[in-house]
């Protein structure tokens, strides 16, 4: 479960926090308000710059964090520049972005 997003740099969203509650969450809102890259972000945390719908030159100051919960561990994975590092529970399980992506689909 998605619990947390924190974006910052990212076309529209700077300095943003998104906190999803238990249970089904919809995203609302006008036309080109940024819903699209809410679900980028998430996408981008999870399996990096494969997941990006544009050219990665374009995402190099962005900044984001997830929080989410499987199986009773909490993970927080955060993408800030070349920093790259997934916790789990508090402690670093992985750091640098293929060993990060490749934790992300295993724990998936």
Known sequence: MI?????DQMFRHFDRTFEFG????????????????IVEAIRFALFGTAALRGVADD?????VELWFSVK????????????VVLRRNGED???????????NIEIL
Do not use: F, W
């Not at 619990?3 to 974006?7: F, H, K, S, V």
């Not at 995402?59 to 900044?63: E, R, S």
């Open 72 to 83: 009773g561990d909490d993970y927080n994975v955060i993408r800030k520049g070349t920093k």
């Open 3 to 7: 619990t947390r997003l924190y974006i």
């Open 59 to 63: 995402y190099k100051k962005t900044h």
């Open 22 to 37: 238990k249970g089904l969450t919809g995203i609302i809102g006008k036309n080109e308000a940024g819903k699209s890259l």
């Open 93 to 103: 399980l992985a750091s640098g972005t293929k060993p990060v992506n490749q934790a």
